[in-house]
């Protein structure tokens, strides 16, 4: 089994991949699969010298792991394309159908230390990261970014809960519907622990505003002091262009009945202010002030153009 490619353990697993259904754990809907073995996910222990990295879906999470890849490899392009990136950065609480290796199957082959997936809301991390003092990185994307990216995703992602018509996804994200629940939790749940738990908070629309600068806070936090030559690099690697046009990091390795990227690319745009080329002026205002009251208690720096 653990010979397997991901492609091939895909094809195996045949007719039992569908779009799953959720089921919450703790109020928050997660894949059945995910919520299944749920035990041994809160159970994982991972060692102090692990590293998460934490999102919300589709808040750049894989632009994240390759950066902190390259940087913990000094920028080697070769070696970052080692293999895909649910490989070399597993996906904590993933569990799909059998042959398909589940994040903790990943992890156990793996020795410390790992950098470590996760879309779980703050209070659903196994707290091993938190008694060990694990550095996390957390990477937020403004809502309505956000949200649309999401809804490509769900359209492409035949393992997603059908997505329906847009109007109505919008409904179920300010609502929390979504798989790993509200956008609005999420951010807020990881804001207020920020400094308690030494996580690294960044925001999608800083990396694209100027990416050498979150490298480098990326680069500080991990300890690593990196010539400036091989930060260029890194950038370079990580722009959209590269990382779309790059196997190892474009999710092709995981082909449809998984992702069918013939309905919507992972990398897709990658952009800021995508949101204005699908919400209607009217959705735009209905979405603002359900906004206002969710976020009236948090000020989070979120910026929707830049
Ligand atoms: P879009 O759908 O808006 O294009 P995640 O990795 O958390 O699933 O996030 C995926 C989103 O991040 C997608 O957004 C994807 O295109 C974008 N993304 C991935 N790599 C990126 C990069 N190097 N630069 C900018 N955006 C990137």
Same mark, same amino acid.
């Given at each position: 089994m653990s010979e397997l490619?991901?492609?091939?353990?895909?094809?195996?697993?045949?007719?039992?991949?569908?779009?799953?259904?959720?089921?919450?754990?703790?109020?928050?809907?997660?894949m059945n699969h995910i919520a299944n073995n749920w035990d041994s996910i809160w159970d994982f222990r991972p060692?102090?010298?692990d590293l998460l990295i934490a999102t919300y879906p589709k808040a750049g999470t894989t632009w994240t792991q390759e950066i902190v890849d390259l940087l913990f490899?000094?920028?080697?392009?070769?070696?970052?394309?080692?293999?895909?990136?649910?490989?070399?950065?597993?996906?904590?609480?993933?569990?799909?159908?059998?042959?398909i290796p589940s994040g903790l199957d990943l992890?156990?082959?793996?020795?410390?230390?790992?950098?470590?997936?996760?879309?779980?809301?703050?209070?659903?991390?196994?707290?091993?990261?938190?008694?060990?003092?694990?550095?996390?990185i957390y990477v937020a994307r403004n809502a309505k970014d956000n949200l649309v990216s999401y809804y490509h995703f769900d359209c492409m992602n035949l393992t997603q809960p059908e997505p329906g018509p847009?109007?109505?996804?919008?409904?179920?994200?300010? +609502? !929390? #519907?979504?798989?790993?629940?509200?956008?609005?939790?999420?951010?807020?749940?990881?804001?207020?622990?920020? @400094?308690k738990r030494n996580i690294l908070y960044l925001f999608y629309e800083d990396m694209k505003e100027n990416p050498r600068r979150e490298v480098e806070r990326i680069m500080r936090y991990l300890e690593l002091s990196l010539p400036d030559e091989v930060i260029t690099r890194i950038v370079e690697l990580t722009s959209f262009k590269n990382m779309k046009e790059n196997p190892m990091a474009n999710y092709s390795c995981i082909p449809a009945p998984v992702f069918?990227?013939?309905?919507?690319?992972?990398?897709? +745009? !990658? #952009?800021?202010?995508?949101?204005?080329?699908?919400?209607?002026?009217?959705?735009?205002?209905?979405?603002? @002030?359900?906004?206002?009251?969710?976020?009236?208690?948090?000020?989070?720096?979120?910026?929707?153009?830049?």
């Open positions: 490619t991901y492609s091939e353990a895909i094809q195996k697993a045949g007719n039992s991949i569908t779009r799953f259904p959720l089921i919450p754990v703790r109020g928050i809907p997660l060692d102090p010298s490899h000094n920028g080697d392009a070769e070696v970052c394309k080692r293999a895909p990136t649910p490989m070399r950065s597993p996906f904590l609480e993933i569990c799909s159908p059998p042959p992890l156990k082959k793996m020795d410390p230390p790992r950098v470590i997936k996760t879309h779980l809301p703050f209070q659903l991390v196994p707290t091993g990261f938190w008694e060990n003092k694990c550095k996390a847009w109007e109505g996804y919008i409904h179920k994200f300010m +609502k !929390g #519907e979504l798989s790993w629940g509200s956008w609005y939790d999420h951010v807020k749940g990881y804001w207020m622990e920020r @400094e069918d990227q013939t309905i919507s690319p992972f990398m897709r +745009k !990658g #952009e800021v202010g995508d949101w204005t080329n699908h919400f209607t002026p009217e959705q735009s205002k209905v979405f603002d @002030e359900d906004y206002e009251k969710q976020m009236k208690d948090i000020n989070i720096p979120f910026r929707t153009l830049i």
